[in-house]
């Protein structure tokens, strides 16, 4: 019995065991092939490693585990390699400009350029192997965009026929429309609450709020009664009136009810743009589904089920 060790990733070995290849054909034989592009077993290997590298040692040696993932690396390999023939054959692309405006958008996401490399340093991925990455992304993106554009979109009639069979989804409890100001300090907190008989609520909660939503003038939205502890209190307040600093365990707040609505079910209109989205989207997928079943039948594709058995994953210190 013969065995290659692949590199390590967090911990984790790979390794590509057979009892009769010598290492060096274990490694570049493939684990599948999609018409005539190939995933070796060592790019397989590390792929496995890469999605592994998180699992705890005894869950990362889990065959259910394992198994999935392995699953997870080869659909996504057709489905990159059948993206990418499918868009050069119908001229669909992503130029240079289209991709660093992406990349740009993503690393902006990050303090500095150092983080962001940090990151993939940690995913052990090269700047090169990410920026690949992404435009098969962004590829699948465009495509599935262009498959969108067959879909027939919701109509009214539509939108009110799925209503009416899902009504009781939109059942909901007593809520009220709420804005919050949060701070760490109780004195802080009551010195805004004595600001607030001459300024505006939005106002302090965007000048000295510590929570998210302080950027919106502190609205939390609407919330229904029994979602958390602290917001059950703001129930008891009248309309357009702040209470008292209140504390919890994130901090003291000061909250402002806007409006009140008593127990009851959205009406159509209330719901109608989330139901066109949620049906738009099963169009979509749909439609996405359709193209990639038949795209599978049409494909050759092969897979080396003997290789793909004998991959398997060793934690650091093992034998």
Not at 43 to 55: I, N, T
Not at 278 to 288: T, V
Request: charged share 30%; with cysteine; aromatic share 8%.
């Amino acid at each position: 019995m013969r065995s290659l060790r692949s590199p390590v990733i967090a911990g984790l070995f790979v390794f590509l065991t057979s009892c009769t290849w010598n290492s060096g054909r274990v490694a570049n034989q493939p684990v599948m092939q999609v018409n005539n592009q190939s995933l070796s077993a060592k790019k397989f290997g590390v792929l496995l490693a890469r999605q592994l590298k998180d699992f705890d040692s005894l869950n990362a040696k889990d065959p259910t585990n394992i198994n999935r993932i392995k699953e997870s690396i080869l659909r996504n390999f057709i489905l990159q390699t059948i993206v990418e023939e499918y868009a050069k054959s119908n001229e669909i692309s992503v130029d240079d400009v289209e991709l660093e405006k992406e990349i740009n958008l993503i690393r902006s996401g990050y303090p500095d350029d150092l983080s962001f490399r940090r990151v993939l340093a940690e995913e052990n991925l090269s700047l090169v192997e990410w920026k690949d990455e992404l435009k098969k992304s962004l590829l699948e993106r465009k495509l599935f965009k262009k498959l969108s554009e067959k879909i027939v979109l919701p109509n009214n009639d539509e939108l009110l026929r799925a209503y009416q069979e899902s009504k009781e989804k939109f059942r909901h409890k007593e809520r009220i429309f709420l804005r919050q100001i949060i701070v760490d300090d109780l004195g802080k907190a009551e010195a805004i609450h004595a600001e607030l008989k001459k300024k505006d609520f939005a106002t302090l909660a965007k000048k000295y709020s510590v929570s998210p939503e302080a950027k919106n003038g502190g609205v939390v939205g609407l919330i229904e009664r029994g979602t958390v502890d602290i917001f059950d209190k703001a129930f008891l307040l009248a309309l357009n009136t702040v209470s008292q600093v209140l504390e919890s365990q994130y901090g003291f707040h000061i909250f402002k009810v806007e409006k009140k609505e008593p127990a009851g079910v959205d009406s159509f209109e209330q719901v109608k743009q989330q139901l066109y989205q949620q049906i738009l989207a099963k169009k979509e997928q749909a439609e996405f589904s359709a193209w990639l079943d038949k795209q599978i039948r049409t494909n050759k594709i092969l897979r080396n089920n003997e290789l793909i058995e004998s991959i398997s994953i060793e934690t650091r210190g093992e034998h």
